[in-house]
């Protein structure tokens, strides 16, 4: 069964300074791999995605991630984070079994807060 | 073109009370799915719809259920409602071709007192 876990509930970090986010996922099978960040009191909005090909993935608001299959990690990283970054962001894997195409497992969550 | 649309935005409930919570999906998609959201976790599959036939269902209740409308909208309905129903309802719609990515709507805040 497929199953992500966001390593860390809450990262602090100043202004200005870069920021990784760590995910690990576990699946049996190949994945489709998502971030998705949701500001308070609304939905979610999709950082970046990993589906194939190049492993270094970029993504909207200055974002990146890195899919590593040998670690089974896709971790989220931007190299000056701004007050506006302040947000929840979900790491998610995209699972296909039975009838059920694309619906996402996610993780709990990471709380990152920017200090000025 | 709009995205997904979700109604109502909020609603208070009453425990052992029924709701309805309403999607919209984006113009051609025809697959819809509903999630819950608790508060501080992130969140989780509830059902699947696709060319109004149930695809998918996750670790839910039978107090839980959904259907999908022939203009591909759909409702979910919780019946019975307890404390800890109160959650962000997500509707995501897809195109069901690879690689199904979902695009998600507003969320309905639901309290149950």
């Known amino acids: 069964a497929q199953s992500v876990t966001q390593l860390d509930s809450q990262v602090p970090v100043f202004e200005e300074a870069p920021v990784e986010l760590r995910c690990n996922y576990s699946?049996?099978?190949?994945?489709?791999l998502f971030w998705y960040v949701q500001y308070p009191n609304q939905g979610l909005q999709l950082l970046l995605k990993?589906?194939?090909?190049?492993?270094l993935v970029k993504g909207i608001n200055g974002f990146e991630a890195e899919f590593n299959k040998s670690q089974t990690s896709f971790h989220l990283r931007k190299p000056s984070v701004h007050i506006s970054d302040t947000a929840e962001y979900f790491c998610?894997?995209?699972?296909?079994?039975?009838?059920?195409?694309?619906?996402?497992?996610f993780g709990k969550g990471t709380k990152l807060s920017v200090k000025p | 073109d709009a995205g997904v649309t979700q109604s109502p935005t909020h609603l208070i409930k009453t425990r052992g009370q029924h709701v309805t919570l309403r999607c919209s999906p984006i113009?051609?998609?025809?697959?819809v799915s509903w999630y819950q959201q608790v508060l501080g976790q992130g969140p989780q599959f509830i059902f699947q719809?696709?060319?109004?036939?149930?695809?998918g269902r996750g670790n839910f209740p039978d107090r839980f259920s959904a259907r999908q409308f022939p203009n591909y909208s759909s409702e979910l309905n919780v019946n019975a409602l307890l404390l800890g129903d109160s959650a962000l309802y997500l509707c995501?719609?897809?195109?069901?071709?690879?690689?199904?990515?979902?695009?998600f709507g507003p969320g309905t805040r639901l309290t149950v007192t």
């Open positions: 990993y589906l194939s090909g190049s492993t």
């Open positions: 995501a719609s897809s195109l069901m071709t690879e690689p199904y990515e979902q695009y």
């Open positions: 113009s051609g998609h025809k697959s």
């Open positions: 699946s049996s099978v190949s994945v489709y």
């Open positions: 719809y696709y060319e109004k036939e149930e695809r």
């Open positions: 998610a894997v995209s699972v296909n079994y039975g009838g059920s195409q694309g619906n996402l497992i």
